[in-house]
């Protein structure tokens, strides 16, 4: 499976952006997907997951409320929308998908075997 990131960009604190990511190879709805972000000097941080029918989602304590995941299978796209950008947002986002999935949520970086090549999400203050 390949997975393509974009949407990034350059955006004024305050903005909104939504990203995507294009899977390919076999057919997205075998895919458990999740967004990670990493900013400069820092460790990669899970933002949120989604099943692979998109029926459960999960997000880390921080990203709720802003951060919204979702999923169109039809068109083997996963999304992440993002409200209220701020200068701390500022980050490479990446998507990332794995193919098991046994109930429960995936909140590390292990827990995924596929990854994209990440989406440059700047924030000016």
């Known amino acids: 499976v390949q997975l393509q990131a974009s949407g990034g960009g350059l955006v004024q604190a305050g903005g909104s952006l939504r990203l995507s990511c294009a899977v390919s190879?076999?057919?997205?709805?075998?895919?458990?997907m999740a967004w990670f972000r990493q900013a400069p000097a820092k460790e990669r941080e899970f933002v949120a997951g989604?099943?692979?029918?998109?029926?459960?989602?999960w997000y880390a304590d921080s990203m709720k409320g802003r951060f919204t995941i979702s999923r169109d299978n039809a068109k083997n796209t996963v999304y992440l929308q993002v409200n209220t950008l701020n200068p701390e947002d500022t980050a490479v986002y990446y998507c990332?998908?794995?193919?098991?999935?046994?109930?429960?949520?995936?909140?590390?970086?292990?827990?995924?075997?596929?990854w994209g090549q990440g989406t440059q999400v700047t924030v000016s203050s």
């Open positions: 989604i099943s692979r029918s998109g029926a459960s989602t």
């Open positions: 990332a998908a794995r193919s098991s999935y046994y109930g429960r949520d995936y909140y590390q970086a292990s827990d995924y075997a596929y």
């Open positions: 190879g076999r057919t997205s709805s075998s895919y458990v």
